[in-house]
């Protein structure tokens, strides 16, 4: 069972498709993207920079259907990290995906839900849409000192403006 | 021999009528079992148009304006894979030389491939999209046999987990028999997602000592590449 970070760095060059950069003017965050896979567990693989953001590559990218979900989180034991401020978002709050290309995908915030990661709803964040849709994933609820995890997911669902 | 074996047994017999009742003749495999106790992987597919071929991989769109949403979840120990199917404009009704029409089938995008997995028909949930719910336990067959061997024999669901990307999932009817809508297989993670370490936004949160190494596990890569900044 590993939950360890792996991804370290953003991808020297970024496809044109795929996400190089997330922006989130309402709760200022500004991150360039690593590009994750899947752990051996099975589980999501995470930033092990807590200052960066990452995109789950075997989803979907912006100008095609959904989703693409962004990984990043809420804090390390030095403090808050890059999605610390997720929870504050408001229904119409922008995102901003910047691709390879340069060219910015935005996107409205739809709701924000936390959800226990033990009944984790897989498919309404990862399961493919329709849609040009944006999902943004972070920590949330009570913290499990002795696991080192916090027993919540937050997460962000957002459309294609 | 599994404990559970004596309950799948009748709850296939009364599955088996409805199977029947909806996919034509149901086969003694592929048997329809309750949804087992946890999964090894899970996968989902954006199934469209413009991504079906026919059976020498030419390019032949499908129902134009359908989209297909198909979620799997496996337990390749015992080789169960439940489905959550949903179609969204494909019109009925459905044909295939297979027993049923919407199938997983080995070929990478682009491809042509055999039949793997037959699954029952999506069917008309009252709310104008079909829909296709449940579990399957091989082995799998598909009622399709080119050359004497059903083309689900030998399959097991080790070989998807193995290559998602080799396999994909359709829909075919009367009016799109190479497909009314296509997509190949991608994986999805399973369980929560590991994204905090403090304890900083916990709703129990109260001060620890800070300043331990946070970067668990971020030693023994190899060369770092310089950040580039991507919105300058």
């Known amino acids: ?161 | 021999m599994r404990p559970t074996v004596r309950r799948i047994a009748i709850l296939s017999a009364i599955t088996t009528v409805s199977v029947a009742l909806s996919a034509g003749v149901a086969s003694a495999q592929d048997t329809e079992v309750p949804e087992p106790s946890s999964f090894t992987s899970m996968f989902t597919a954006m199934a469209t148009p413009d991504m079906v071929v026919n059976a020498d991989g030419v390019a032949t769109p499908g129902e134009e304006g359908a989209t297909g949403t198909f979620n799997y979840r496996i337990n390749s120990d015992e080789e169960i894979i439940c489905y959550d199917i949903t179609l969204n404009g494909v019109t009925p009704p459905y044909e295939s030389p297979a027993r049923t029409a919407t199938h997983i089938h080995e070929g990478t995008a682009g491809m042509a491939g055999p039949p793997r997995i037959a699954f029952p028909n999506p069917e008309d949930d009252g709310s104008g999209a079909l829909r296709s719910e449940g579990c399957l336990q091989g082995p799998f067959t598909t009622g399709v046999a080119p050359e004497g061997t059903d083309t689900g024999e030998g399959f097991s669901l080790a070989q998807i987990e193995a290559d998602p990307s080799s396999f994909f999932t359709d829909s075919h009817t009367a009016n799109f028999t190479a497909g009314a809508v296509r997509g190949q297989l991608t994986s999805v993670p399973m369980g929560g997602v590991a994204t905090g370490a403090g304890g900083a936004a916990s709703e129990n949160w109260a001060p620890v000592a800070l300043g331990a190494a946070a970067l668990v596990g971020a030693a023994g890569v190899g060369t770092l590449v310089a950040r580039r900044r991507a919105q300058d």
């Not at chain 1, 020297?12 to 498709?17: G, R």
């Not at chain 1, 996400?19 to 693989?45: F, K, Q």
């Not at chain 1, 997720?86 to 915030?109: F, H, K, M, N, Q």
């Open chain 1, 1 to 161: 069972m590993t939950t360890a970070p792996t991804a370290l760095t953003p991808p020297p060059v970024v496809a044109p498709a795929e996400p190089a950069a997330v922006a989130i003017p309402s709760i200022g965050v500004r991150s360039d993207l690593l590009h994750l896979g899947l752990a051996a567990d099975g589980s999501a693989e995470v930033p092990a920079d807590y200052a960066l953001a990452g995109w789950f590559r075997e989803g979907g990218r912006p100008g095609g259907r959904g989703p693409t979900v962004l990984l990043g989180h809420v804090d390390s034991r030095d403090g808050p990290a890059v999605f610390y401020r997720l929870r504050d978002l408001s229904p119409g709050d922008a995102i901003e995906v910047a691709t390879g290309d340069g060219s910015v995908a935005r996107y409205a915030v739809d709701r924000v839900e936390q959800v226990p990661k033990d009944e984790f709803p897989t498919f309404e964040v990862f399961g493919a849409t329709r849609d040009d849709v944006l999902r943004l994933v972070t920590c949330a609820g009570d913290f499990d000192r002795g696991e080192r995890s916090y027993t919540d997911n937050l997460v962000v669902h957002a459309t294609r403006l």
